[in-house]
């Protein structure tokens, strides 16, 4: 399994745009990127997933370089409810197949 | 998005007794369930997969005579923590794998707080 590595902490302020930055030097060829969003005492909440170049929804965007040895979360505009803690993880789509959880990036918003 | 559940959402009880804790893919069939323990300021740390009609496979250090895992159906696992002792207090969270409008990825359920006294 991919081994991640991502900041331990990362403060912004409201309204700013977040970049929270991954790496995953050893991904597979098979591997998927996926980020999870996590408040205190509750499930990892899923985010965005992505396997290259760019994707997008209505919270976040991903962008995934030509290697794949690294992967950034953006975070448009964020507000003081996104203040959690946020994982990044790789691994593939097989069933069976489980995500390892490394130390995640506390991200705090400040008003 | 897929939805998963979980019950109890907290619980306390004596030590030695045991507690059963359900998990739930509410509106798809999940193969495969894994559970997670968290520690507070800690990340989840896997313990087990369930694949459904079979035996879990545990993770190294986690001792299946004591969480004992069943996934009798393609919609629910339980985890049952036997002899639970103040240690055994954590957030247990279970995941299942499904499809939500793009590759099938891992749906988390809120998770369940123990507190063994």
């Known amino acids: 399994l991919a081994k991640t590595t991502q900041p331990i902490s990362m403060d912004s302020y409201e309204g700013q745009e977040v970049n929270i930055t991954c790496s995953h030097n050893?991904?597979?060829?098979?591997?998927?990127i996926t980020w999870y969003q996590q408040f205190p005492s509750q499930g990892p909440r899923f985010i965005i997933q992505?396997?290259?170049t760019k994707v997008t929804n209505e919270v976040a965007s991903l962008f995934i370089p030509a290697d794949r040895k690294s992967s950034t979360l953006s975070l448009p505009r964020v507000s003081l409810s996104d203040t959690a803690v946020y994982y990044c993880?790789?691994?593939?789509?097989?069933?069976?197949?489980?995500?390892?959880f490394g130390g995640g990036t506390r991200l705090m918003v400040k008003p | 998005g897929a939805v998963v559940s979980q019950h109890p959402s907290w619980v306390i009880c004596k030590s030695g007794t045991s507690v059963k804790i359900e998990c739930r893919s509410l509106?798809?069939?999940?193969?495969?369930m894994f559970w997670y323990r968290q520690f507070p300021k800690q990340s989840l740390m896997l313990m087990a997969t369930?694949?459904?009609?079979?035996?879990?496979?545990?993770e190294q250090g986690v001792e299946k005579d004591k969480f004992l895992i069943n996934h009798a159906s393609l919609t629910l696992s339980t985890l049952t923590v036997t002899s639970a002792h103040p240690e055994d207090s954590s957030f247990y969270i279970c995941?299942?794998?499904?499809?939500?409008?793009?590759?099938?990825?891992?749906?988390f359920g809120p998770g369940t707080r123990l507190l063994v006294l």
């Open positions: 993880l790789v691994g593939s789509n097989n069933a069976g197949n489980m995500l390892t």
């Open positions: 509106d798809f069939q999940a193969t495969t």
């Open positions: 050893n991904i597979a060829t098979n591997d998927y």
């Open positions: 369930s694949n459904e009609g079979s035996k879990a496979t545990y």
């Open positions: 992505g396997y290259k």
């Open positions: 995941s299942a794998r499904g499809v939500a409008g793009g590759p099938e990825t891992q749906y």
